[in-house]
């Protein structure tokens, strides 16, 4: 069986879940709508340029999750996936995600953002695997605001993917196989490792990268669009 992975944000979706997400804990008031809505700006920009510091963002990001029953996050998550996250779905997504079942492949979703907030989005997109960034959660599953082992960004998508296949036999194997589709430079790490790198609405270091290695570029934003 063969692996086909996926970025999340600005790949499958049209659009930036992590982003997203701050955006909406702040007009709900959550946190602090001016300076939260500010720093999760920065953070989104020095993401796009690659200079983000995970552990630093992971600290922002989890903090609203400490601080609120994680009823009333669930109840914030349910309304957000809904006005939010799925009209932000790719209209190729679901297209791409059909050949690649109807294929035989192990379909993996492999992001940074958090899984609280992408769980149910891989659930929508029927996608069984999820490789994403952990929230350290208590005994009573609430909320600590501590990051729980390997960022799954950059190299730590590398990381996170290889103890994901640790029960595959060779998993180095699997990687050397496997197709990943993803928008982000961020990914280049993860994108050089497999057999089958393909450049999804590509950034422009992503899309200049792509054309100097010969890689596949295509678009979800067109649902026309294969792969």
Not at 35 to 53: I, K, P, Q, W
Request: glycine residues 6%; charged residues 25%; hydrophobic residues 40%.
């Amino acid at each position: 069986m063969a692996l086909a992975l996926f970025d999340l944000d600005n790949t499958l979706l049209a659009g930036d879940s992590d982003h997203a997400w701050n955006q909406f804990l702040a007009e709900v008031g959550a946190v602090h709508p001016t300076c939260h809505a500010e720093t999760n700006d920065r953070f989104y920009h020095e993401y796009v340029a690659g200079t983000l510091d995970i552990h630093e963002f992971c600290r922002f990001a989890f903090s609203p999750l400490a601080e609120h029953p994680r009823a009333q996050l669930e109840d914030w998550r349910e309304r957000f996936i809904d006005t939010l996250i799925r009209p932000m779905i790719a209209p190729g997504a679901a297209g791409l995600l059909e050949r690649h079942r109807e294929a035989g492949d192990e379909l993996v979703i492999i992001t940074a953002t958090n899984q609280f907030v992408t769980q149910p989005i891989a659930d929508i997109l029927g996608v069984d695997h999820l490789i994403a960034t952990l929230a350290d959660e208590d005994e009573n599953g609430q909320f600590t605001g501590e990051l729980t082992g390997v960022p799954c960004f950059q190299e730590g998508k590398i990381e996170r993917l290889r103890q994901h296949l640790a029960d595959h036999s060779d998993p180095e194997v699997h990687i050397a196989q496997a197709s990943f589709y993803s928008d982000s430079r961020n990914d280049i790490p993860l994108l050089e490792q497999v057999g089958r790198p393909v450049a999804v609405d590509p950034d422009p270091t992503l899309a200049e990268h792509a054309r100097n290695k010969g890689w596949p570029v295509i678009s979800l934003r067109d649902p026309d669009s294969t792969a």
